[in-house]
Nanobody, 130 residues
Framework: QVQLVETGGGSVQAGGSLTLSCVASGYTYPTYCMGWFRQAPGKGREGVATVDSAGYTRYGDSVKGRFTISRDDATNTLYLRMNSLKPEDSAMYYC????????????????????????WGKGTLATISS
């Protein structure tokens, strides 16, 4: 059974940093596309960043240059380093996996649609105050 467990959320002031972690188990982790998504209150779930099995990364426009996604295949752990945080980054952050070596996206988009991800963690909350 695939399990994704996120940790690392918390409350910080604008301009601060957080590092989220996601430990994966129950499948061949290195061969999957992995990603971070977020959902703010009253809004839909949106892609933040993805990394495929070859280490190729993609980012949403709103986080490009501030967030860094990485994966440690030796420990089956996915990370999201978030710098220069803004109040609008406040959300529940979810780790997700797609059963594909390369992250599958719709033509013209950068990140997978949330509906295209196969497995999800329960999320970790990040709150950024102004």
């Amino acid at each position: 059974q695939v399990q994704l467990v996120e940790t690392g959320g918390g409350s910080v002031q604008a301009g601060g940093s957080l590092t989220l972690s996601c430990v994966a188990s129950g499948y061949t982790y290195p061969t999957y596309c992995m990603g971070w998504f977020r959902q703010a209150p009253g809004k839909g779930r949106e892609g933040v960043a993805t990394v495929d099995s070859a280490g190729y990364t993609r980012y949403g426009d709103s986080v490009k240059g501030r967030f860094t996604i990485s994966r440690d295949d030796a420990t089956n752990t996915l990370y999201l380093r978030m710098n220069s945080l803004k109040p609008e980054d406040s959300a529940m952050y979810y780790c997700a996996a797609q059963e594909a070596t390369g992250c599958l996206v719709v033509a013209g988009t950068t990140l997978p649609d949330p509906a295209a991800m196969d497995y999800w963690g329960k999320g970790t909350l990040a709150t950024i105050s102004s």
